[in-house]
């Protein structure tokens, strides 16, 4: 199941305005080094929606670093949660689980409570992924449960519980809770329109509806189009490829496949290329569809052959 979670964004202010009477405030070592921290979890962010979630590693470690020397416990918090989210995308489910489980303690402790639920929703995406679904159904329980009293779950849980169900065969419960999902995500919140829609995306394509599918999965693409989150455009349009095959639209299925093999190849994700690259050469002899300019491209790309290199 694909991004089943979002990397938490964040703003951070700073008080550098002129004050009354045309002074200005002074730039304290603590206010420069909180401006630093912000802008790294600014870059680890734009390089995480990339998928260079590598690179992106560093950067959050770098905020961490920055964060730990202000003593902010906020920041150090969510740096933890993303840097579990990395992890997690990488499949190292253990050390993911470690940092979701240290930035909810820490948010706890500053009565973060919103923190908190994202860290035990991010956790509870991790056991779903690994197939632990009784501890997936625990952790959202509990998320639910550390919600203020009368507070509306969160997008991301009501995702991952819907995913929870449509592992466990509960379709129609899962099919409710992320149109749910779908109704509370406005045309700008771009990250929850994208991975709701994909979410339902699979749940149509898993019963079937792939003319349903196929808008869902468009949805995302153009979403995370809009957001740049690069890896995420080449994941949409796999799957967007998927349900062409399924409705016997070959041709657009084709289409699709080049352009997600050459973002990821692009990327350095060598893994999802090739096996992206497979299904495109079984098509194209199956319906004597040429892909030899693709093919020219994605090899050069996946030695390393670029003009710049996307991922550092």
């Not at 003593?71 to 993911?96: L, W």
């Not at 948010?107 to 991010?122: D, F």
């Amino acid at each position: 199941m694909k991004r089943i979670v979002q990397v938490s964004t964040f703003i951070i202010a700073m008080a550098l305005a002129a004050g009354c009477g045309g002074k200005h405030e002074t730039v304290t070592p603590r206010h420069q080094t909180l401006s630093d921290a912000g802008n790294a979890m600014q870059k680890a962010i734009a390089t995480y929606n990339k998928g260079c979630y590598r690179a992106a590693l560093k950067e959050f470690y770098r905020a961490h670093e920055l964060y730990t020397l202000s003593d902010d416990i906020n920041g150090i918090a969510m740096c933890m949660n993303n840097m579990g989210n990395i992890y997690r995308h990488v499949e190292e489910y253990a050390d993911a689980v470690s940092f979701f489980d240290k930035a909810y303690d820490l948010y706890m402790k500053i009565g973060n409570t919103k923190g908190a639920v994202q860290a035990l929703s991010n956790k509870a995406a991790v056991m779903i992924a690994d197939d632990r679904l009784a501890e997936a159904e625990t952790l959202l329980d509990k998320a639910v449960v550390t919600l203020p009293e009368g507070a509306a779950p969160p997008i991301p849980v009501l995702n991952n519980r819907g995913i929870l169900c449509m592992k466990q065969g509960q379709t129609d419960t899962a099919e409710a809770l992320l149109k749910k999902a779908l109704t509370r995500t406005g045309p700008e919140d771009l990250g929850h329109l994208a991975t709701v829609s994909g979410s339902l995306g699979n749940l149509m394509a898993r019963t079937g509806r792939y003319e349903a599918a196929l808008h869902h999965f468009t949805t995302a693409y153009e979403a995370d189009r809009k957001r740049g989150s690069t890896k995420n455009m080449a994941e949409d349009l796999s799957d967007m490829a998927t349900a062409c095959v399924e409705l016997d639209q070959w041709e657009r299925a084709a289409g699709y496949l080049e352009r997600s093999i050459k973002i990821y190849a692009l990327t350095g994700d060598v893994v999802r290329a090739h096996k992206a690259y497979e299904r495109l050469v079984s098509l194209a002899r199956e319906h004597d569809y040429d892909i030899a300019i693709t093919s020219h491209f994605v090899k050069k790309w996946l030695k390393g052959e670029t003009i710049r290199t996307y991922c550092r």
